[in-house]
């Protein structure tokens, strides 16, 4: 309805995002100035049993469609059945988080409603002029900007992960349920899946990782990477490297941070054998603790670390696992 | 076999970028502008299609301001066929919807079959305009491709797509745009002849009459988003560098800081 604040509940393997959480938590504050609800789309097959839990962070009402043809994700189905259920509901805002797949998700929809869309946003706000206000980095963090929108509706925005706090959620709640019909046929979907290449695992995507230990070109070799796993095993982190070590093939380049890679804004970030050029910077700044492990002083690196270890990696890390170790026990 | 590139100009990643004095702009005078990385991809991409079909042409197509002919030459002295500039003071200051309906346009009277764009624009860092773009066009798009593949009847597409935790090879019938990711090749530089080549291939610009479009539906005037404020983030400080002697000492303060003071272990 006219004042709502809707966001789109991503799933990944049977579990929503945890940026769905952040996006809610920051749309039902939204919602209340407004003076409108807070409502999720649930997209997908079999995937009702997740409704609660939108509902637990504040969704008054869960539009859910489900459909075969919907349970993998393809840009031509999800496009359509988000844009048809938002021009049904017209919410005043439309939130989707900025991840891979809403990446993909985010400028298709807000295209076909004819509305504008700050991408990759790191504050959402009511503003003075009683539309929605994003905050987004652009010039990859160099600059950080305020958008308006028009008068268009719904004013969207895709939200960067792990950048909004959640609150804790009621779990007493229970969703109201709207069933939408999804009417995809397969005519709908132009592209086809052939092969899914499975490299990363189960591992937590370095844009959403709370904690990234980094390596770069002073690693020297893709059998020392071993080292920086054995690193991210302890602290439940994901590994990460700088373009130098991607180019170099000792690691994939779905693992690069920076202006060229990945943007991320982990709780900590643990940078090895990393120099700290403009690029890799800019994929990385805004890591809440950066802690930069490089034998020499003069890297710019030390500029942005929080806390600097000058010394030969080869030594630090190591040692390092190990007193990490004795803590967790 | 018709192989559109958008290409952008953008400055230089080792730009240093400050706000300038309106407060919702960026100081450019010191700027080095170059081609977006992403496009240069998709440049590339363009080139060694048509190379390995053996036949085709390739097109850029970028909106910018006068310098941006600069950035349309070195797509051409890197082998593009023609380019064709979008370029009117009313284009300015365009949003990923102005912008993608200002090249929607363009291409209307045009032919492709695959359009390559890049997966963002290093400048606003929006990511948008050509998913925007296959959108109006009403065609397919893929995006953050890393693999390109021709079918031998040239209607379809293979291409390998990043997507979380690996990736999907997705099969595209054509027209489509494909949005470019790092990985999908290096782009090749322009050599000495092909700068001097590139002088005599066509370039053609067109301003907003040539293009047939009204003032209101383009630029800052078309645009859906506006920036009201452009500012700098704020500055990192430095932090402690960890002092001791030995290794074991160093990280033992170390793990200490991380645990008691940052609470990020
Ligand atoms: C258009 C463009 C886009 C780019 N995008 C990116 C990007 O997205 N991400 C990115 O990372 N880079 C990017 N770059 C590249 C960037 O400019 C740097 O070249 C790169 O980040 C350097 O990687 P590095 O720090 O690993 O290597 P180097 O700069 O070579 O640094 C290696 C560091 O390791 C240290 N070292 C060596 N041995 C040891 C040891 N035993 N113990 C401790 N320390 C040691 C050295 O002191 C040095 O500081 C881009 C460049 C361009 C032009
Ligand atoms: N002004 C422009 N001229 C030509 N192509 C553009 C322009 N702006 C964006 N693009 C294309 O769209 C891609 C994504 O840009 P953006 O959405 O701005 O990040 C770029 O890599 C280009 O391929």
Redesign the pocket.
Known sequence: MANDVCVFAEVKEGAIKKVVFEMLCAGKELADKLGGELTAVLIGSNVEDLADQLAWYGASKVFLAENELLEEYSSDAYTKVLADIVREQQPSILLIGSTILGKDLAPGVASRLQTGLASDCINIAMGDDGKLTATRPMYAGKIIADLAFSDDKPWTASVRPNVLPVSPPDESKKAEVVKVDAAISSEDIRTSVVEKIVTGGEKVDLTEAEIIVSG???M?GPENFKMLEELAEVLGATVGA????VDAGWIAQSD??????KVVNPNLYIA?????????LA?MSTSKCIVA????SE?PIFQKADYGVV????KVVPIFTEELKKIKE | MNIVVCMKQVPD??SVIKPSGDGVGIKTDDLKFVMN?YDEFGVEEALATKEKAGEGKVTILSMGPDRAVEAVRMGLAMGADNAVLLNDAALEGADAFATATALAKALESMDYDVIFCGKQAVDGDLGQVGIALAEILNIPHVSLITKFELSDDKKKAKVNRQIEGGEEVIECPLPAVFTCQKGLNEPRYASLPGIMKAKKKPLETKDLAALGLDASAVGEAGSKTKITKAASPPERVAGKIIDGEETLEIVVKLVTLLREEAKAV
């Open positions: 770069g070109r002073g020297k700088s373009r130098a070590a690069q941070v920076g202006q060229t890679g090895c054998g990393i120099s700290g050029a403009i690029q890799h994929g492990i490089n034998k020499d890297a010394d030969d990696l080869f | 990643t080792e990385v």
